[in-house]
């Protein structure tokens, strides 16, 4: 009877039990640390946001409110939240600004995917809805995007300013956002319309004045004084330049010894020797009529030596000592030469030509400058000045960040409106397009659509104002058909933010949108994670 009562095992799948706990704990867990990443980030979004003051562990202090340097400099353990720092840095690449906009946008949707979850819907179904929304999200804003020029100069002016006032340096927009513009369409090749090198646009940083200082140079800038012993010249006319890659001075045996010199005689000739070497390579540079030398830095023994540069001087030649190796491309890209490697080789057309090589004095420093260059090749330079090194450099952060706006343009020649307009209508139409769905799908794209309301939320929060009244506010003007209505955060109310000239490049919101939403998918596919030792 005992045998009788022992019922053979179920092997309904319905009722098998499987244990689900520890791949929701990892996933929440996931969730929670990439959310806490973007909730570090959200109060600097919008002009109105806050600036980070960062600390490292060498002593040395940051203030910005850039997303991407903020991220960068985070020491995040957690996997999933370093996720979030490799998303801000894609964006930085991709479009070069909203790299606070993308991570913002992240966390929302991660929010919303918490939520769904607990909902019981599966991870994999909130993973395709994702998708869906983002490429239907890409679709709308193509659709609310104005046409833009590359002649049109009022308007790269414009988003360029846009992504200026949101930075430290915000007051001083209207002399860096027009500089930004001209640097990057000086550049611009018309062979290649479609492609900007932002590694043609040289940014020297000089402390010293204000920022209001800082300017564009149609030529060479170098952040060094002029080489100079025994009155060698520091300003020359009608330049003939040369790039050298090989030392003026005495050589040295390839291994480490030691000369015993036993005789002065000896001492004597070796001295001379040394004269008639260095001689000997100055007639040859003096021969070809190069009257300027720009010598890379070496690490095998000394550039110039005392002696060198007296007879440099004697020949009237300009000497400008340890130029970095990396910046080589750049100078001779723009001189329109060719870099020397041995002295056997230095010929006149290989020199570059330019109408003055002088060096100026600026703040406590001095610099050099090559102006009027011949047959100049397509970089410009960009001299940066600021009172002190934390703005100088916040300074270079956000010309970067207003050059890549411009690059944005050139690369995808469409303009939308900032102040959370696009975001908000994105939120309405995805909305109305969830209620064709059917099913889950139709939820999710819903919860989706809501998350997106974050930006103007965050917006107006930063801002000082009534964040529910503002986004319910601007949810019904845009339900009247107002799709360019956004917040403006120095008036405090809802206007149309593209009379007001707040303007983006239609590639920072799609790159956002589609970035955030391939983190948040990679995000939510993760059920385990494996330590390896």
Same mark, same amino acid.
């Given at each position: 009877?005992?045998?009788?009562?022992?019922?053979?095992?179920?092997?309904?799948?319905?009722?098998?039990?499987?244990?689900?706990?520890?791949?929701?704990?990892?996933?929440?867990?996931?969730?929670?640390?990439?959310?806490? &990443?973007?909730?570090? /980030?959200?109060?600097?979004?919008?002009?109105?946001?806050?600036?980070?003051?960062?600390?490292?562990?060498?002593?040395?202090?940051?203030?910005?409110?850039?997303?991407?340097?903020?991220?960068?400099?985070?020491? $995040?353990?957690?996997?999933?939240?370093?996720?979030?720092?490799?998303?801000?840095?894609?964006?930085? !690449?991709?479009?070069?600004?909203?790299?606070?906009?993308?991570?913002?946008?992240?966390?929302?949707?991660?929010?919303?995917?918490?939520?769904?979850?607990?909902?019981?819907?599966?991870?994999?179904?909130?993973?395709?809805?994702?998708?869906?929304?983002?490429?239907?999200?890409?679709?709308?804003?193509?659709?609310?995007?104005?046409?833009?020029?590359?002649?049109?100069?009022?308007?790269?002016?414009?988003?360029?300013?846009?992504?200026?006032?949101?930075?430290?340096?915000?007051?001083?927009?209207?002399?860096?956002?027009?500089?930004?513009?001209?640097?990057?369409?000086?550049?611009?090749?018309?062979?290649?319309?479609?492609? !900007?090198?932002?590694?043609? &646009?040289?940014? &020297?940083?000089?402390?010293?004045?204000?920022?209001?200082?800082?300017?564009?140079?149609?030529?060479?800038?170098?952040?060094?004084?002029?080489?100079?012993?025994?009155? #060698?010249?520091?300003?020359?006319?009608?330049?003939?330049?040369?790039?050298?890659?090989?030392?003026?001075?005495?050589?040295?045996?390839?291994? %480490?010894?030691?000369? $015993?010199?036993?005789?002065?005689?000896?001492?004597?000739?070796?001295?001379?020797?040394?004269?008639?070497?260095?001689?000997?390579?100055?007639?040859?540079?003096?021969?070809?009529?190069?009257?300027?030398?720009?010598?890379?830095?070496?690490?095998?023994?000394?550039?110039?030596?005392?002696?060198?540069?007296?007879?440099?001087?004697?020949?009237?030649?300009?000497?400008?000592?340890?130029?970095?190796?990396?910046?080589?491309?750049?100078?001779?890209?723009?001189?329109?030469?060719?870099?020397?490697?041995?002295?056997?080789?230095?010929?006149?057309?290989?020199?570059?030509?330019?109408?003055? /090589?002088?060096?100026?004095?600026?703040?406590?420093?001095?610099?050099?400058?090559?102006? #009027?260059?011949?047959?100049?090749?397509?970089?410009?330079?960009?001299?940066?000045?600021?009172?002190?090194?934390?703005?100088?450099?916040?300074?270079?952060?956000?010309?970067?960040?207003?050059?890549?706006?411009?690059?944005?343009?050139?690369?995808?020649?469409?303009?939308?409106?900032?102040?959370?307009?696009?975001?908000?209508?994105?939120?309405?139409?995805?909305?109305?397009?969830?209620?064709?769905?059917? #099913?889950?799908?139709?939820?999710? $794209?819903?919860?989706?659509?809501?998350?997106?309301?974050?930006?103007?939320?965050?917006?107006?929060?930063?801002?000082?104002?009534?964040?529910?009244?503002? &986004?319910? %506010?601007?949810?019904?003007?845009?339900?009247?058909?107002?799709?360019?209505?956004?917040?403006?955060?120095?008036?405090?109310?809802?206007?149309?933010?593209?009379?007001?000239?707040?303007?983006?490049?239609?590639? $920072?919101?799609?790159?956002?949108?589609?970035?955030?939403?391939?983190?948040?998918?990679?995000?939510?596919?993760?059920?385990?994670?494996?330590?390896?030792?």
């Amino acid at each position: 009877m005992a045998a009788m009562a022992v019922q053979a095992p179920r092997s309904s799948k319905t009722e098998s039990y499987v244990d689900n706990k520890r791949k929701d704990d990892i996933r929440m867990a996931n969730i929670k640390a990439a959310r806490s &990443v973007a909730d570090a /980030v959200r109060t600097s979004l919008g002009p109105k946001g806050m600036d980070k003051m960062i600390s490292t562990a060498s002593g040395e202090v940051i203030i910005t409110n850039d997303g991407a340097t903020i991220l960068n400099k985070m020491e $995040v353990l957690q996997p999933a939240a370093k996720m979030l720092v490799e998303l801000s840095k894609s964006q930085d !690449v991709v479009a070069g600004d909203g790299t606070t906009t993308v991570v913002v946008i992240t966390g929302a949707f991660l929010k919303q995917c918490q939520t769904l979850l607990h909902a019981g819907i599966h991870p994999t179904v909130a993973s395709d809805s994702l998708h869906k929304t983002s490429m239907k999200a890409v679709e709308i804003l193509t659709a609310m995007a104005v046409p833009v020029e590359l002649s049109d100069r009022e308007s790269l002016v414009k988003s360029a300013s846009t992504s200026l006032n949101s930075k430290v340096v915000s007051q001083y927009s209207s002399l860096l956002a027009p500089l930004a513009v001209d640097s990057v369409l000086s550049v611009l090749d018309p062979a290649k319309p479609d492609l !900007v090198d932002l590694r043609d &646009v040289k940014i &020297v940083k000089k402390l010293g004045g204000t920022v209001d200082d800082t300017e564009l140079v149609k030529g060479l800038v170098f952040d060094k004084k002029v080489s100079h012993a025994a009155g #060698g010249p520091t300003r020359v006319e009608n330049a003939k330049i040369a790039v050298i890659q090989f030392q003026i001075s005495p050589p040295k045996t390839d291994i %480490e010894q030691s000369i $015993v010199v036993s005789d002065y005689t000896q001492m004597d000739r070796i001295l001379k020797e040394e004269r008639n070497y260095i001689l000997s390579m100055i007639k040859k540079i003096k021969a070809t009529g190069c009257n300027v030398l720009l010598i890379q830095k070496s690490i095998l023994r000394d550039a110039v030596t005392d002696l060198s540069l007296h007879y440099l001087a004697k020949a009237k030649i300009l000497v400008i000592k340890d130029v970095e190796r990396d910046d080589i491309e750049f100078i001779t890209k723009t001189l329109n030469c060719l870099p020397i490697a041995n002295i056997e080789h230095f010929r006149a057309e290989k020199l570059g030509y330019a109408n003055v /090589v002088e060096e100026v004095s600026l703040g406590d420093g001095k610099i050099v400058k090559i102006t #009027g260059i011949k047959d100049m090749g397509r970089t410009t330079t960009v001299l940066v000045r600021g009172s002190n090194q934390l703005v100088l450099d916040e300074a270079e952060r956000s010309l970067h960040d207003a050059l890549c706006v411009v690059r944005c343009l050139v690369n995808k020649r469409f303009l939308i409106a900032g102040g959370g307009a696009p975001e908000i209508e994105l939120s309405r139409q995805l909305g109305a397009w969830s209620k064709v769905l059917h #099913g889950m799908e139709s939820f999710c $794209v819903k919860s989706f659509a809501e998350a997106l309301e974050v930006v103007p939320y965050t917006l107006a929060e930063n801002a000082g104002l009534n964040p529910i009244t503002i &986004v319910t %506010e601007l949810r019904n003007r845009h339900a009247q058909g107002e799709i360019n209505a956004g917040i403006n955060v120095r008036k405090g109310q809802i206007t149309n933010i593209l009379e007001e000239n707040v303007v983006q490049p239609l590639l $920072v919101s799609t790159s956002a949108i589609t970035l955030a939403a391939e983190c948040v998918r990679m995000i939510l596919k993760i059920d385990d994670i494996v330590t390896v030792r």
